[in-house]
């Protein structure tokens, strides 16, 4: 009746198609393939019954074009075949993709979006709602099919979502392959179920879906189905509730409730419509022709419409209407076009134009491509070059209400956009969803992956079912659905949760920590020590026991120790340039300062031994004082010269070293060369050896000169320090290694204090009676 209203409209407006009359013929395909395409082909043919308008015209009026039909597959059946002769044809249901090949199908349009815009409209749904994870029910014909292999390309392309199952429908009822279907939506994990599907075949479904209470699915419809009155019934609606939908785009026709009033049977007889005699029949509970056994009322054709109830009245949710009506105006304003050609400038060869009384269907075709116009509700109407009108959906929902009633509500809209393809709009605060859910259902193969893990594929599985994998140490991944963690900058190491990169933490020996801090104040205690015992050996100068054992070499030798002490400061702290520079060099110098004293300590011990026997007067020359300190001062630079040629040639540098562990960074002094390191401790190893020697052959002299036994002692203990200081500093990584160097300075340095300075601080503190030259003396006569 819209089809009927639109014409009639057409024919009253003076400033289209003005001294044209249109009319129509109304065809029921009746579900029915070859029903639709005998029509179809009758309408074309010219075989239709002869009409007479005028005394002057009489017979078959040409066919301009045809609206429908809205089966895909019936549209591709008529279109092959009237596409031959280049038939117009403008389908208002039909949205198979397939449709859109000009090679097969010359001649036809639409004014309703192709599946792939609608599938590529239900996919950035599910990407809205985060639905990865969804059942997909097609019907077994074009429409159904050509969905399925488009929604596994876009899928397959977009990588948003997957298909948990994808069913078709049979054409026909089979109860057996029905119920096999909905006992696998049963089962299956995806809340979400998509279905491209006639009416007729969503009520064998849904018939099976109530039998086994198939409850808490999200349904969401394609246009096919999306505004079907008949599914809305209550006992299905506990099931179809909060549905959500692609709707044809709702539009309102003006005048067109006034039309549908005026409807009746002996009006519309003439057009052939038996729809109208079923129409009325149904709606008033009459029989135009009563059976015998009819016991109703008889139909006069002057029941009043307004005095019923009918959802046939409800305009708001024109949707198919509205592209039929559509339809027609694209082929009014065609032929409207196509008369307005002036002579000379048309578009045929030799520049002619068509004429009412010669018109072909391919004439009017080419002006088909070019329409464009604006409806009345603000629409505008196209077609491109494949005959796809503009592509925009509307969006609807559902509602169920509490008195039993459905409202299709609208909730948003889809439309395609030149720059950003599909663009999504949506009000959700107006859907309501299925029944059990108060948000939008989760519906996912597996739960997404957090920040810190990634995704790993099940095997033989969806790329949507996946296991999620913490990152590795070092590796993070700081998104959600990570595909692969990435590894952390060379100075960052990765976090507990694995989601962030944070700097490595860093290790040195530190005045901060425990051992830092403990090293530190032995170091300081022993420099400590140094300077009191010198002050007792200042202060008690004039005493025998500090005169009898060289007091010079006794200060020189406290003051070598004091710098021994302190440095091993240098190893504590962050490593610098200068601090790695400094570190050995005034190591190895101290040392061998101190060192050199007990050397010349102990020749002058031997010396002063020899210079008592007959004939050794001659030994002490060589050991005076001048040849003391210049002995020392020579045996000091020699290891001077070895340190500046060791910085010079291969300076000691800081080391940021991550080989020992993967998330600290080790601060370290890398020698720079092994040659120099060794050569310093060998060159004091050299002289420690040789006073051990010397001291050792005078370890049995007279008490008189019993330092020896002292000196012996004290480079058992140095030796024995830093020999086993050597496999001790190799097998100690980073800040240990340091460690053990410094504990080895203090080791050794609190050795020769203690073996050297203890028992004469004992005497000169604690046994003054024995701090007598008499006493000294009286030692060498028991």
Same mark, same amino acid.
């Given at each position: 009746?819209?089809?009927?209203?639109?014409? #009639?409209?057409?024919?009253?407006?003076?400033?289209?198609?003005?001294?044209?009359?249109?009319?129509?013929?109304?065809?029921?395909?009746?579900?029915?393939?070859?029903?639709?395409?005998?029509? /179809?082909?009758?309408?074309?043919?010219? !075989?239709?019954?002869?009409?007479?308008?005028?005394?002057?015209?009489?017979?078959? =009026?040409? $066919?301009?074009?045809?609206?429908?039909?809205?089966?895909?597959?019936?549209?591709?059946?008529?279109?092959? $075949?009237?596409?031959?002769?280049?038939?117009?044809?403008?389908?208002? %249901?039909?949205?198979?993709?397939?449709?859109?090949?000009?090679?097969?199908?010359?001649?036809?349009? !639409?004014?309703? =979006?192709?599946?792939?815009?609608?599938?590529? /409209?239900?996919?950035?749904?599910?990407?809205?709602?985060?639905?990865?994870?969804?059942g997909l029910l097609v019907t077994d014909d074009d429409y159904g099919l050509g969905v399925a292999r488009s929604f596994k390309y876009e899928l397959a392309r977009s990588g948003s979502s997957c298909l948990a199952y994808l069913?078709?429908?049979?054409?026909?009822?089979?109860?057996? #392959?029905?119920? !096999?279907?909905?006992?696998?939506?049963? !089962?299956?994990? /995806?809340?979400?179920?998509?279905?491209?599907?006639?009416?007729?075949?969503?009520?064998?479904?849904?018939d099976e879906i109530v039998r086994q209470n198939v409850t808490g699915l999200q349904w969401v419809a394609s246009e096919a189905w999306t505004a079907a009155t008949v599914l809305q019934a209550p006992h299905f609606m506990y099931y179809l509730g909060g549905t959500l939908g692609i709707a044809i785009r709702r539009g309102e026709i003006p005048g067109l409730l006034d039309f549908l009033l005026q409807i009746r049977p002996e009006k519309h007889d003439k057009?052939?419509?038996?729809?109208?005699?079923? %129409?009325?029949?149904?709606? %008033?509970?009459?029989?135009?022709?009563?059976?015998?056994?009819?016991?109703? /009322?008889?139909?006069?054709?002057?029941?009043?419409?307004?005095?019923?109830?009918?959802?046939?009245l409800n305009l708001s949710n024109l949707r198919p209407e509205y592209n039929i009506y559509k339809a027609v105006y694209a082929l009014a304003y065609a032929l409207h076009d196509l008369l307005k050609c002036v002579t000379g400038k048309g578009p045929f060869s030799g520049d002619s134009c068509a004429t009412l009384q010669s018109l072909e269907p391919w004439q009017l075709l080419h002006y088909l491509q070019k329409v464009n116009f604006t409806t009345s509700f603000g629409d505008q109407v196209s077609f491109d070059v494949k005959g796809d009108a503009l592509p925009i959906y509307d969006v609807i929902n559902w509602h169920w209400l509490p008195d039993g009633r459905t409202k299709v509500q609208h909730v948003g809209e889809v439309k395609e956009s030149a720059l950003k393809g599909e663009e999504l709009t949506l009000d959700e605060n107006k859907i309501i969803w299925s029944v059990g859910y108060t948000k939008p259902p989760r519906s996912v193969c597996s739960e997404n992956c957090p920040p810190g893990y990634r995704m790993a594929r099940k095997k033989g599985q969806p790329e949507c079912c996946f296991d999620c994998i913490l990152c590795s140490e070092g590796k993070i991944s700081n998104i959600t659905d990570s595909t692969e963690c990435t590894s952390c900058p060379e100075d960052f190491w990765s976090n507990p949760e694995h989601d962030r990169c944070v700097p490595k933490k860093t290790e040195f020996l530190s005045y901060h920590e425990?051992?830092?801090?403990?090293?530190?104040?032995?170091?300081?205690l022993g420099t400590f020590i140094c300077a009191v015992v010198l002050g007792i050996f200042i202060h008690h100068r004039s005493t025998p026991i500090v005169r009898a054992n060289n007091s010079e070499l006794s200060f020189l030798l406290l003051m070598s120790l004091k710098l021994c002490f302190l440095c091993s400061l240098l190893f504590i702290g962050h490593p610098r340039l200068w601090t790695c520079q400094l570190r050995h060099a005034a190591f190895g110098i101290s040392f061998v300062l101190c060192v050199s004293c007990i050397l010349v300590k102990t020749m002058v011990v031997l010396a002063v031994f020899r210079s008592s026997k007959p004939g050794g007067g001659a030994c002490l020359k060589w050991f005076g004082a001048m040849q003391q300190r210049g002995t020392i001062m020579a045996l000091t630079c020699i290891q001077a010269v070895i340190c500046t040629a060791w910085i010079v040639s291969a300076s000691p540098t800081p080391h940021k070293n991550v080989q020992y562990h993967n998330d600290k960074i080790v601060y370290e002094c890398v020698v720079g060369s092994n040659v120099g390191f060794a050569v310093l401790l060998g060159y004091i190893a050299l002289l420690a050896v040789l006073s051990f020697l010397l001291a050792f052959m005078v370890r049995h002299l007279p008490d008189n000169f019993n330092e020896a036994k002292l000196i012996t002692f004290s480079m058992l203990i140095f030796c024995a320090v830093w020999i086993a200081f050597i496999p001790a500093y190799i097998n100690s990584p980073g800040k240990y290694a340091d460690a053990v160097e410094v504990f080895a300075i203090l080791a050794s340095s609190f050795g020769l204090l203690v073996a050297l300075f203890g028992p004469k601080c004992y005497i000169i503190l604690l046994r003054p009676e024995k701090n007598t030259k008499k006493a000294l003396m009286g030692r060498s006569k028991h």
């Open positions: 009746m819209t089809m009927a209203f639109a014409i #009639e409209e057409i024919n009253r407006n003076t400033e289209l198609l003005p001294n044209v009359t249109l009319g129509y013929r109304l065809y029921d395909n009746c579900g029915t393939l070859v029903v639709g395409f005998s029509g /179809a082909l009758s309408l074309a043919s010219g !075989r239709e019954e002869q009409f007479l308008f005028q005394e002057e015209c009489v017979g078959s =009026p040409p $066919v301009l074009g045809i609206v429908g039909d809205s089966y895909s597959t019936f549209s591709i059946a008529t279109s092959m $075949v009237l596409g031959l002769y280049k038939m117009p044809i403008v389908s208002y %249901f039909s949205t198979c993709s397939c449709l859109s090949n000009l090679k097969l199908f010359p001649s036809f349009f !639409r004014t309703i =979006p192709k599946d792939d815009f609608q599938v590529r /409209a239900l996919i950035q749904i599910l990407k809205h709602f985060n639905w990865t994870w969804a069913e078709v429908l049979p054409w026909d009822n089979a109860p057996h #392959e029905i119920q !096999r279907i909905v006992t696998l939506m049963k !089962r299956s994990t /995806a809340r979400v179920v998509m279905a491209f599907a006639h009416a007729s075949h969503m009520l064998h479904l849904l057009h052939g419509s038996s729809l109208v005699n079923q %129409f009325w029949e149904n709606t %008033f509970f009459c029989r135009f022709v009563p059976q015998a056994d009819w016991l109703g /009322a008889t139909c006069t054709g002057l029941e009043d419409l307004k005095s019923v109830e009918t959802d046939f425990p051992l830092g801090i403990c090293l530190t104040s032995v170091a300081l």
